[in-house]
């Protein structure tokens, strides 16, 4: 695999990449949605929710956890997940400032 050269962009758009590269894919974008429907944490499967094997779902629990969209606490032998509040508002802050960036550029074609 090809090497991303990070460093030659800046802070902000590895930023954006890193988020955007976590929730890009839609069994992530369901758990998000589910956790945010509930507003509270899930303790045990998601499978059910989801319709996925669990090791691809627990696959996709820690990918949203390494950037910090979901915490998780241990409760005997299941993890709980919830969404992590102030992760989340910086992640729809940080598109919200991207987005806004994109919108005071003009139609060129």
């Not at 839609?26 to 507003?39: D, G, S």
């Amino acid at each position: 695999m090809g090497s991303t050269k990070k460093e030659l962009f800046t802070v902000k758009q590895n930023e954006i990449a890193g988020l955007a590269k976590a929730i890009a894919h839609p069994a992530r974008i369901a758990i998000l949605q589910h956790l945010v429907k509930i507003n509270a944490c899930v303790c045990g499967d998601l499978t059910e929710e989801l319709g996925l094997a669990q090791a691809t779902v627990s696959q996709h629990l820690k990918e949203l956890k390494a950037v910090g969209l979901i915490q998780g606490t241990v409760d005997g032998t299941s993890v709980c997940y919830c969404i992590e509040p102030r992760m989340w508002n910086k992640l729809r802050q940080t598109f919200s400032d991207f987005f806004v960036i994109l919108n005071t550029v003009k139609n060129c074609c």
